[in-house]
């Protein structure tokens, strides 16, 4: 690719940077408009089949199809410079807000949970047009969502997942065409940078006890074990910041939360936030190093397993049964989303059968967060700013 596509494609993308709001539910649609019908970098099809595969991987998900996209159109450093372009936004307000933590007011944020059904809503209602064209997908959709919404744990949804494409290539793979299957070899480089990483740090961090050895392992494991998205890694990092290594208080943390939400770009750059905190008694210096190393330690792991996979991936879909499990992993990430959208309603806890005024409110900015995404042309940053204008306000 030339110098200026590479520049036009890597603005497109601090673009999304900077408007993507929403979470990784979200940001699949704004992905559509953007690099599908407006640039066509790749077909839809392929950009739900990137995604779909980034649902079965631990790490964020919306990074990590940026990356593949990356890869695929500029190969190893045009995926790294994604990364960071992608990144560096929400990385930079996360470590000043960590900086900064205690002059800021504390209900700016009020409106942001009410406001992220609203996004993830609208998001799934684009999504299931376009990947739930057949009864069978509909099913697939449905029990995934019901699954994920009763069981709650990140550890069932890449099961969920792959349970779905199963079945759907059961299913549909005969009516693939049969391809001349070409052999193909595994490119282990990647997956073994990727556990050299992993277990070294380890070592070293439990060797040294320097804090920010053992930060970057923190991360580095979570970006690991972690599947399902943001969603999932906030709770988790909870249990290993606060309540065990007590590095924040809960008050830190939550603040922290609300300002993600509030952000453009990936939900991941919370770890940002934390790693900056905790390593506040370095003074400025050791918040600005905290910040960076969390945020590069949260995403390598699915920085390197996207390269590792790519490569197997292109190669596997030679196989009718791999193609025939595409529809049911996209009617999978579908329920993902819809699942999504009613676990972060479930928080706001409004009764409807006897409504109060909070639960009223919530509702409307709920309500109305969807209708304006879904229905206007409203650009999406104006809607966050108006809520989080209203929040100070009142």
Not at 92 to 115: C, V, W
Not at 197 to 221: C, K, M, Q, S, V
Not at 304 to 317: A, D, G, P
Request: hydrophobic letters at 55%.
């Amino acid at each position: 690719m030339s110098f200026l596509r590479t520049i036009i494609f890597l603005k497109d993308i601090l673009l999304l940077a900077l408007t993507a709001f929403g979470g990784p539910q979200a940001h699949i649609g704004l992905f559509i408009k953007l690099l599908v019908e407006k640039r066509r970098y790749l077909t839809e099809a392929e950009l739900l089949e990137l995604n779909a595969l980034c649902q079965i991987l631990p790490g964020p998900s919306s990074t990590q199809t940026l990356i593949a996209i990356g890869y695929k159109r500029g190969g190893f450093w045009l995926a790294f410079a994604t990364l960071l372009v992608w990144i560096f936004p929400a990385v930079t307000i996360m470590i000043f807000l960590a900086l900064g933590t205690e002059y800021m007011p504390s209900n700016f944020a009020k409106f942001i949970p009410a406001m992220a059904v609203g996004f993830v809503a609208s998001a799934a209602l684009q999504i299931i047009p376009k990947v739930v064209q057949t009864k069978m997908a509909w099913v697939l959709m449905s029990i995934t969502a019901v699954v994920a919404c009763a069981i709650r744990s990140p550890w069932e949804l890449p099961f969920i997942v792959l349970l779905s494409g199963l079945i759907a290539s059961f299913k549909f793979y005969k009516q693939e065409k049969i391809e001349n299957s070409q052999p193909f070899t595994i490119k282990w480089r990647y997956l073994v940078i990727f556990g050299v990483i992993f277990i070294g740090t380890a070592i070293l961090g439990g060797i040294t006890r320097e804090l920010p050895i053992r930060l970057f392992e923190n991360f580095y494991r979570n970006g690991t074990l972690i599947f399902g998205g943001g969603q999932v890694l906030v709770p988790v990092l909870y249990t290993e910041f606060v309540a065990f290594k007590h590095y924040l208080t809960a008050q830190e943390f939550a603040y922290g939360y609300a300002a993600v939400q509030a952000l453009p770009g990936p939900v991941f750059s919370f770890a940002a936030y934390l790693g900056g905190m905790s390593m506040r008694n370095f003074g400025t210096m050791g918040i600005v190093a905290g910040g960076v190393i969390a945020a590069i330690a949260i995403n390598l792991p699915g920085m390197l397993l996207i390269f590792f996979t790519l490569n197997f991936w292109q190669s596997l879909k030679q196989y009718r049964p791999i193609r025939a499990s595409l529809e049911g992993i996209n009617a999978a990430g579908a329920g993902l989303v819809v699942a999504a959208a009613y676990l972060l309603f479930v928080p706001l806890k409004v009764d409807f059968m006897h409504l109060q005024t909070v639960d009223a409110i919530n509702f409307a900015v709920m309500l109305s967060t969807f209708i304006l995404l879904h229905f206007t042309k409203i650009p999406h940053p104006l809607v966050v700013v108006f809520w989080i204008l209203l929040g100070l306000l009142f």
